[in-house]
């Protein structure tokens, strides 16, 4: 049995009360998101105050490309992370799944870095074609090739900073992935002033200050997994192709990798939509999205800083103690959408106007707000459902869940545009996201007799070892 003491990360983890935990691990990775959310803000403030809507629809058609950086940190992050949580779990009552807790994070991070050189080069290879499919007329090309350019470059490092930080706040360390994150956007921030301000290096500026935050990041909590952490190791000698270690980390990181592939598809064919309708759609939706981060960011600290918590206590086999923690996460998601929602929704045109003078882009930039932030409060419920699946380790709903909103979206938004133009494009999200939720609600139903039979088998487990310690 596990002997950490009361507010240990272990603790948390294993026998906190579950609103405790909840807290431990969600306010810090909501404040972190929150914070970085708040960057993208400031962030196209200081590309705004250039004055050219080029710059800021660059950004936004860049988005694609971050995207597919999230799906290659996310394969070997998220699939590791969830694995090392239900490993930690089931080392209550089998000590030998700690050993394999070194493989596992060695593979996730050697695997995220070198994945992400191979996809950082081929992307530089074939820069101009990339930009020509991002959607990028005449106008942005040069910035969009500025700013896709510098992000390639540093994939290797932002696949492994997205990685590092799942590892991380697998062991339950939420606190230090939020010092790390914060941390980072500060330095972002001074980055972009020196860039972007004082070199006048426009979204090129904007991309290598990213880069070069993100490296701080991963030095940060490298070097806290090396001092702190008791079974994790970054070493390559413990680097593995196990199939024990490649099959449960592949079975839920695909998972991501589906996600962000398919919102890489569902970006180009938003842009490649919008783009028709001129700059300065493009330039509203860059705007409008960033602020919706912000409660929608709030809201992914809660569905992704509780996916340990439900790992841990499915791999430890204690079946009260997870359905718990999916009773008072999905009522906390409840109350935080609908609280955001209503902030967003009754400030959305003063949100807007503070970083855009042009009335026709905040006429847009209005409209897509209220879209997104009604999507968002579906969207809540949906990563909850995804986060239990990943941290049971249930591949196939969650593959379904990450590729049905890509899946779904496509002759949506086509049919949007065909029928109502561009606010047809813009509510077209909304749609999908609340059809993906029903979908999730009906797989949920169908995997919960299996769900229930892993955490029987994991509570046997836990009962003869301790059977055979008191024997002992």
Request: proline share 3%.
């Amino acid at each position: 049995m596990s002997t950490d003491t009361p507010t240990s990360n272990r603790w948390y983890l294993s026998t906190a009360p579950v609103l405790r935990a909840l807290v431990h691990l969600c306010i810090p990775m909501a404040a972190a998101m929150i914070v970085s959310a708040v960057y993208n803000v400031v962030n196209a403030g200081f590309i705004g105050s250039l004055h050219d809507s080029a710059l800021l629809a660059a950004v936004t058609l860049g988005a694609p490309v971050l995207a597919l950086v999230m799906a290659v940190g996310g394969v070997f992050g998220v699939g590791g992370g969830a694995l090392v949580s239900r490993l930690l779990g089931a080392a209550e009552h089998d000590p030998a799944s700690a050993q394999q807790i070194k493989h596992v994070s060695s593979f996730a991070v050697w695997g995220a870095v070198l994945t992400g050189a191979v996809v950082g080069g081929l992307g530089l290879l074939l820069l101009d074609p990339l930009v020509t499919l991002l959607g990028a007329d005449a106008t942005a090309a040069p910035a969009t090739r500025a700013f896709v350019g510098v992000m390639l470059a540093f994939v290797p490092v932002l696949t492994a900073a997205f990685c590092l930080e799942q590892l991380v706040r697998a062991e339950g360390a939420a606190r230090q992935v939020m010092t790390g994150l914060i941390l980072s956007t500060v330095l972002n921030v001074v980055l972009d002033v020196l860039f972007i301000l004082v070199l006048d290096l426009g979204v090129g500026g904007a991309a290598l200050a990213t880069g070069l935050s993100n490296l701080g990041l991963v030095g940060y909590l490298g070097l806290w997994l090396h001092r702190h952490s008791e079974h994790t190791s970054l070493a390559p000698r413990w680097f593995t192709l196990s199939p024990a270690v490649l099959r449960p980390v592949f079975g839920v990181g695909v998972s991501e990798l589906f996600q962000a592939s398919f919102l890489v598809v569902t970006a180009l064919v938003l842009n490649n939509l919008a783009s028709a309708y001129g700059d300065d759609a493009l330039a509203a939706m860059g705007v409008a999205v960033r602020i919706a981060q912000v409660p929608e960011f709030l809201v992914m600290g809660v569905t992704l800083g509780v996916l340990p918590l439900f790992a841990y206590a499915y791999g430890k086999g204690d079946r009260e103690r997870l359905r718990s923690a999916v009773r008072v996460s999905a009522l906390t998601v409840a109350g935080l959408v609908l609280v955001a929602a209503t902030v967003a929704l009754l400030l959305r045109e003063q949100l807007v106007s503070a970083f855009t003078a042009d009335r026709a882009v905040l006429a847009i930039g209005v409209t897509v707000l209220t879209a997104q932030v009604v999507a968002m409060i579906v969207n809540g419920f949906t990563g909850l459902l995804t986060s239990l699946f990943q941290a049971t380790g249930r591949a196939v709903p969650a593959i379904v869940m990450s590729t049905s909103q890509g899946v779904l979206f496509i002759p949506v938004v086509l049919l949007g545009n065909l029928w109502f133009g561009l606010p047809g494009i813009i509510w077209s999200l909304t749609v999908s996201e609340g059809m993906v939720l029903v979908l999730g609600v009906v797989l949920w139903v169908a995997y919960r007799g299996s769900i229930d039979r892993g955490l029987a088998e994991g509570s046997d487990e836990r009962a003869e070892a301790a059977l055979e310690q008191a024997e002992a």
